[in-house]
Every structure is written in C-alpha cells, then in structure tokens.
C-alpha cells in the first residue's frame, strides 16, 4: 500500500527559504500541490520518474522540485517565499489520487 508522507513546513519570513520533502514508498510521477485558506488545492510542480519536471506559472522559477529515487523521496525547495505562498503543501501522484492525500506539511510565510 502507498503511503504518503509531508515534512519540512513551518514559519518564515518573506524572502526566506524552505525545503519540504515527500517520502513515499512506490515511485510515481510526483507533484506538489497547496491549498491556501479559502482556495481550491492546486498544483504547484511535478516531476516525472525520469526527472523532467514542470511548474505552475506562480512559481516563476523560485521553487525547484527533485528527488532522490534511491530514498523514494521527492522534495521542494522553495526560495524568495512570499506572503501568498501561505497554504497547507501536499505531494501526490500526477494526476492526484485521491487515496493518496495526507494531511500535508504547513507553510506559514510572515513578517
């Protein structure tokens, strides 16, 4: 059975750093998502079994998506954050499968 797993969120300033990771236990073609309070859950990048990888518009080349296929885990590395990256960030399988979901990793981004 699949299983999901988010770390890495937490409190930061704008301008800051943070890098979230996913361990899963099969490989899939990965992806991030977010949902911010009030918002639809929406995808933020994804990286195939290969490692080519795609971003939503928003992300405007601050975040990267990777992984270690050794470790089965996928990460994000999200730089120059700002205010309106604040949202609860998910990995899933590309497309999602709703079984996957887990309770996600928060991001707060605050002065």
């Known amino acids: 059975q699949v299983q999901l797993m988010e770390s890495g969120g937490g409190l930061v300033q704008p301008g800051g750093s943070l890098r979230l990771s996913c361990a899963s236990s099969?490989?899939?073609?990965m992806a991030w998502y977010r949902q911010a309070p009030g918002k639809e859950r929406e995808l933020v990048a994804s990286?195939?079994?290969?490692?080519?990888?795609n971003y939503a518009d928003f992300v405007e080349g601050r975040f990267t998506v990777s992984k270690n296929t050794d470790k089965n885990t996928m990460f994000l590395q999200m730089n120059s954050l700002k205010l309106e990256d604040t949202a609860v960030y998910y990995c899933?399988?590309?497309?999602?499968?709703?079984?996957?979901w887990g309770q996600g990793t928060q991001v707060t981004v605050s002065a």
């Open positions: 899933n399988a590309f497309p999602a499968v709703e079984t996957l």
């Open positions: 099969k490989i899939y073609t």
């Open positions: 990286i195939t079994s290969v490692g080519v990888t």
